[in-house]
């Protein structure tokens, strides 16, 4: 039987994850938007629209781990932070080629592996449903991002090399805040460290994983994503200097 503190910590996790699916929700509705307005193929923009029903069960999933481990509690959910907010000097073709890039070309990439992480060593039956659920769906949400981009090329591949140094410097700067910075020691103590007595073995049943964690996946998916899929579309160097920082 869980402890009270190990089901409050699980229940607070995946609230979060319920503010991230319907924040990812919003932000792909917008960008769906951008795609019609600038005429983008219909089997972009429909698989765009996927991806926002697909963030809502997602969302509706994590909501069922809150509530199987019996804590009471709402996520807070901004709303002034939902959507993608227009930038009056962009041009259609700049927002969704930052946005594509940050938020589907490296988001939803490093996502996929670590879900996949979360999954390998979760056995409470309502967490591994949505895992399972997440997993395959985010395999389809990074695709997008790369199908994406090679539309982008394919409109104007010349703008999109100009661009593309300062967009990945920006990008790769937000991801690693948002994992920490990539190769960190592997710390199986929870946050606060002074809680050694912390179970993480429970935890991992409900599908958390150390913080550290985060940053020594994104360090695997530099080597096994994005370099090769930004070096297959003749961008290796740029990439390369763009993480280095």
Known sequence: MAGPQLLETVAGEWLRRVQAEYGS????????????????PPELIRAGMR?????????SLAHAVVVATG????PAIDQATLGLPRRSEASLFDELLVHGIDIFCLGETVAVPLFV???S??????????????????????????????????VDRA???????????AAFARVRANYGEAGAAVDERPTPAAELDFDWEGARA?????????????????????????????FE???EAAWAG
């Open 121 to 154: 060593r979760c056995t409470q039956p309502v967490a591994k449903a949505a895992l399972d659920r997440i997993v395959r769906d985010e395999v389809r949400h990074r695709d997008f991002g790369w199908e994406i981009l090679d539309w982008l090329l394919s």
């Open 159 to 169: 703008r999109v090399e100009a661009e593309l140094p300062g967009i990945l410097r």
């Open 51 to 59: 991806i926002v029903d697909d963030e809502l069960e997602h969302a």
């Open 237 to 239: 160097a740029v990439a």
């Open 117 to 119: 992480e979360m999954r």
């Open 206 to 234: 409900w599908g958390l994983i150390p913080l550290p964690r985060y940053a020594e996946i994104l360090a695997r998916c530099w080597e096994r994503d994005y370099r090769p899929r930004f070096g297959k579309r003749g």
């Open 25 to 40: 929700a919003a932000r792909t509705h917008s960008y769906v938007g951008w795609l019609i307005q600038i005429a983008a």
């Open 71 to 74: 804590v009471s509690a709402r």
